[in-house]
DNA sequence: ACAGGGTGTGTTAACGCTCACAGTCTTCCC
DNA sequence: GGGAAGACTGTGAGCGTTAACACACCCTGT
C-alpha cells in the first residue's frame, strides 16, 4: 500500500509530469510564451485538461507582483449613480480581465476613504477607483500610496490624480438655458449637500447660465438628493407660485418629491410650473408627468476610467494626469413647456 | 559606496533585523501569537511602525491557502435589489475582515453564472454568494466546485447550497390579504418575468390568499419589472375599470408605470382602482399618490447570508445546507382604499 | 540535583509560480 | 565542415509569508 491518494488540486509539476516536460515548458504554454513547439504545447495542453489543472494566481501575483485585481472605493452603491458607475466600472475591468474589489462607504469622508485604500493596497490590487463626489473624498485622494495608479471618477481637480467626470456645469447650464429659451423669466434651483462636488458643479452652471443670458439669479434651495428633501423644497415653492414658473432641479428622485408636493398643492406641472430633473433615471420617464432630464452616461464614465488606469497600470512609470469629461445629454419630456 | 538604496516596501526580514529578532517573531506577534514576550512584541510594533511595514497578504494566502477574498455573483446591480443585497453583503464581509470581489452580469443564464464562478475561484476566493434570482442561474449553482463554500440569495432550493431568501410567497399573501380585507372583489396581478423565482413567489402567494379566501383568480398579467411594462399593463387594465378595483403589482418600478398610465386615462388612484407594490424602493413614498408596498429587507438578507457562509467556511469541513427566510413587511400608504 | 513541562525564540522548509540563465538541438552560411 | 545564430527546453533560485520543528531557558516538585 503506497501512501493515500491526498486528493489536492493539481500544480504545474502534475502537469510537467504527465506531458513529459519541466514545470518551466508548463509555464511557457500558459503565458502563450512564443518559443514552444507546437507539438509540445499540444501535449501540454491536453495534460491540463486531463488533470483539470487551473493555475494558482495568488502564487502567480507573489512573483509577479501583479494580482490583475482593481479595487474600487464608492460611496453608498445603492444609489442609481454610483450602481450605475461601478457596474460601468466592473465590466470593462472584466473585459480587460482584471477583478474588481469593492469598498462601498456608508459615509465618505477622509478618513473613511483613506482606509479604504489603505485596506484595497494591503491586499495588492494593482490600481484603484476611486468614486469620491465629495469634496471631503476627493481630498483623501491626496494621500494615495506613491505609485499607486489610481483614477477619480466625480473627482474634481484635486490632488495628483487622473480624474474622469461628467461635465456638470454643460449639464446644468443645458437644462437652464432649455427653460429661459422656453421664455421664463428665470428659473429656480433645488440643489444637492453643499459638499458634493457634483452639485456644486450644477449649481455654477445654473448660476452662469442665468447670468450669461442676464436674467436674475433667486437663492438657491438646499436639498440632500433625496426625494423628501426634494419634496419640502416643492412644498416651498408651491407657496411662490406667483414668481416661481420654473425650476431646475439637481436630480430625478428629488424632482419626484417636488412633482409629489406640488400634486398635493394642487400645482400643476408644466402649466404652472416648468422642472427639470438632473440624471434620468430609469423611473423618470413614467413620472408625472414625465421628466425632462439631464441624462448622464454612467457606463462611459466607468469605461473611460478603466481606460485611463490601465494606461496608468501598464506603463509602470509615474504618469501625467489626465483629465476626461464625458458630455451630458439634454432629454425632452413633458415636464416643461412655454411660460404663460 | 555601497549599493544603490533601492527603495523596495520593508519586508518581514527587514523588521526583523530593525528589532532585532527572527521574522517568524514578527510573524508571531502579527498573528497574535500568545507565547511572544511583552517587551519582544512592543520592539517589533515599533519596528512596525518605523519601517512603515505592511504584510504582504499576497505571500500569506499562498501558504495558508485563504486569500481572506469572498466572490459575489451578482445580476446586474444598477436595479435597486440586487444593488442593496450587494451593498449588505459588501458591508457585512468588511466587517468580520473578508474582502469582497464582485462580477455582476448583464445578462444571466447558466453559462454566464458559471463562468463567473469559474473566474473567482481561480482568484482564490474562500467562498462565493451568487445572487441567483433566475432560475437558470440558480442551475448554475449545481456547478460549484466541491468544497467551495456558497451561499444562494433568492435562489430557489436548487442544488446542494444554502439558500437565504425574503419570503416573497408570504410578501405577496399580505399584499393580497390588505386588499381583501379592504373589502375588494378579487386583485389583480402585474407579475414579473416568467424565469425569476422571486417572480414565481409572489404569483404563488398572491393565487394562494386569492383561493384561501375563496376569491376568483383572474388572469396574471405578464410584466418584466421595467416602468414601461406596468405602464402597458396598466393601460390595458384602464379599459376594464367595471371589473378591476386591485391589483397588486409585482415590483414598485412596475407600479410606478401602472400609475403613469392610469394618471393618463383618468383612472383615480385608490379611488377607483387601489394598488400595492412590492420592494419599498426610496422613490415609492413619493409617487403620486404614495404606494403601499411591501418592504424587504435587502440589507438583512446581504448580512445573514454572509453569516451562512463564513461559518461555512470556518468549519471547514462539508456543512449542511441551511435555509433562511427574512420576512417581508407590509408598508401602508396612500394607494389603497376601500372597495366602492 | 534532575526529570518534566511550560514559555519564548530561531532555523528550515514549504506554498506554486516566474525569472534568469544555461544548456541542447537545429539550421544556415561561408 | 566548422561556427554562429536561432529555436526550444531544463535547472535553480527566489517571491514573502506561515508551519513544523528544534532549542534554550526558567520554573516546579521530589
Redo the contacts with the bound molecule.
Keep these: 500500500m503506497g501512501p493515500s491518494p491526498e486528493r ?9 509530469k504527465v506531458a ?9 504554454v ?2 502563450d ?9 499540444t501535449r501540454v495542453l491536453r495534460a491540463i485538461d486531463q488533470l483539470g ?8 501575483a ?4 501583479h494580482s490583475r485585481t482593481l479595487g474600487v472605493v464608492s460611496f453608498d452603491t445603492t444609489l442609481y449613480g454610483p450602481a450605475s458607475t461601478v457596474y460601468g466600472i466592473e465590466q470593462a475591468a472584466r473585459e480587460a480581465g482584471y477583478f474588481v474589489s469593492i469598498v462601498s462607504l456608508r459615509t465618505i469622508d477622509r478618513a473613511g476613504v483613506h482606509d479604504a485604500i489603505d485596506y484595497l493596497t494591503d491586499q495588492g490590487v494593482d490600481g484603484i477607483v476611486v468614486v469620491a463626489p465629495q469634496r471631503s473624498a476627493a481630498q483623501a485622494l491626496e494621500d494615495m500610496p506613491t505609485g499607486m495608479p489610481a483614477v477619480a471618477v466625480e473627482g474634481g481637480q484635486a490632488g495628483e490624480v487622473s480624474v474622469v467626470s461628467v461635465d456638470q456645469v454643460e449639464g446644468a447650464a443645458l437644462a437652464t438655458r432649455h427653460l429661459l429659451d422656453l421664455g421664463h423669466e428665470t428659473v429656480w434651483h433645488i440643489s444637492g449637500p453643499a459638499d458634493w462636488l457634483e452639485a456644486e458643479g450644477r449649481v455654477q452652471g445654473w448660476r452662469e447660465a442665468l447670468t450669461a443670458a442676464g436674467h436674475r439669479v433667486p437663492d438657491v434651495l438646499a436639498g440632500d438628493w433625496s426625494p423628501r428633501s426634494g419634496y419640502r423644497a416643492g412644498k416651498r415653492l408651491a407657496e411662490m407660485t406667483s414668481e416661481v414658473t420654473a425650476v431646475f432641479v439637481a436630480n430625478d428622485q428629488m424632482a419626484l418629491g417636488v412633482l409629489r408636493a406640488f400634486a398635493e398643492e394642487g400645482v400643476r406641472v408644466p402649466e404652472q410650473i416648468s422642472i427639470v430633473g438632473f440624471d434620468d433615471i430609469p423611473e423618470s420617464e413614467f413620472f408625472s408627468p414625465p421628466l425632462t432630464t439631464i441624462r448622464q452616461d454612467f457606463g462611459a464614465v466607468g469605461r473611460r476610467s478603466i481606460d485611463v488606469l490601465l494606461r496608468q497600470i501598464e506603463a509602470e512609470g509615474p504618469c501625467e494626469r489626465e483629465r476626461h469629461v464625458v458630455p451630458p445629454r439634454f432629454v425632452a419630456r413633458a415636464s416643461t413647456a412655454h411660460a404663460r
Tied chains: 1, 2.
Design positions: 489536492r488540486p493539481p500544480v504545474m509539476a502534475d502537469v510537467a513529459g516536460v519541466s514545470h518551466q515548458t508548463v509555464s511557457r500558459l503565458n510564451h512564443p518559443n514552444v513547439r507546437a507539438e509540445t504545447r489543472y487551473r493555475r494558482n494566481l495568488v502564487a502567480r507573489l512573483v509577479t507582483k
